[in-house]
């Protein structure tokens, strides 16, 4: 059984931080590429950032690009956000996602395995 498991999500005012992590379990994905999504109120799904296996690339959307960055540790399975200089539109319930390729995907399709989401509200 796969199961990701976000965390870190909260309350926070417009400019502070927070840090999502995200933990996988039932096998091992240090070959496999992985990403955050969002969706907030009323909107898609949309790409927020994503690395590459080796953690070696990473790609982020425009709209968080210099506010976010992801990182990953391959030996306790976990991808992490840093989220930086929050803004009251990054509100919204983000998820981890897992692709079964080592290369980076903005497609939301092409993610294999998603976790349940954590919700991250920021307050202007």
């Known amino acids: 059984q796969v199961q990701l498991v976000e965390s870190g999500g909260g309350l926070v005012q417009a400019g502070g931080s927070l840090r999502l992590s995200c933990a996988a379990s039932?096998?091992?994905?240090?070959?496999?590429?992985m990403a955050w999504f969002r969706q907030g109120p009323g909107k898609e799904r949309e790409f927020v950032g994503a690395i590459s296996w080796t953690g070696g690339t990473t790609y982020y959307a425009d709209s968080v690009k210099g506010r976010f960055t992801i990182s990953r540790d391959n030996a306790k399975n976990t991808v992490y956000l840093q989220m930086n200089s929050l803004k009251p539109e990054d509100t919204a319930v983000y998820y981890c996602?897992?692709?079964?390729?080592?290369?980076?995907?903005?497609?939301?399709?092409?993610?294999?395995?998603w976790g349940q989401g954590t919700q991250v509200t920021v307050s202007s």
């Open positions: 996602a897992v692709r079964r390729h080592s290369y980076i995907s903005t497609d939301r399709r092409t993610y294999d395995y």
């Open positions: 039932g096998r091992t994905f240090s070959s496999y590429a």
